[in-house]
């Protein structure tokens, strides 16, 4: 069972590992503001985070047993497993966080350029007194 647990703690960082790679690519078109590019990547690692979340249910049943056997067995090997797993969500939940702030700043930037438009729109009104003449409504015969 020792070596099953490593097995699954090295395929959970095999996993981190992947996500970490996309997670790169995601600050890339967060970056670039290319949002097609960026729901590929929220796609892929949603796949990636169902399969890491069932790996997760696997580990804990199979520690809970080890715990059980009292096994140490490959401590030393898991314990360095562990840490690079940790590494590697450390630097993911670090980048999601700045995407996350560069998209709300970019969500705000928009806002407020939306409102910039409609107060220059209802002082357009304002000014020429809501008689402008709008599309499809402009004669040009002579």
Do not use: F
Not at 22 to 37: F, S
Not at 83 to 112: S, Y
Request: aromatic share 4%; with cysteine; proline share 1%.
């Amino acid at each position: 069972m020792p070596d099953l647990i490593a097995d699954l703690w090295s395929e959970k960082h095999r996993i981190l590992a992947d996500i970490w790679d996309l997670t790169q690519h995601q600050y890339a078109y967060v970056e670039d503001n290319q949002i097609d590019g960026l729901l590929d990547i929220l796609a892929r690692k949603q796949t990636l985070l169902v399969r890491l979340q069932h790996l997760d249910d696997q580990l804990k049943y199979y520690e809970n047993q080890k715990a059980l056997d009292g096994d140490a067995h490959s401590a030393s090997e898991i314990a360095e497993i562990l840490r690079g797993c940790r590494e590697l969500l450390e630097k993911i939940v670090r980048v999601e966080q700045e995407c996350q702030i560069r998209l709300e700043n970019r969500r705000d930037a928009i806002a407020r350029e939306l409102s910039q438009l409609h107060e220059m729109s209802r002082a357009r009104v304002a000014y020429t007194g809501g008689n402008s003449i709008t599309g499809g409504q402009l004669d040009l015969t002579l």
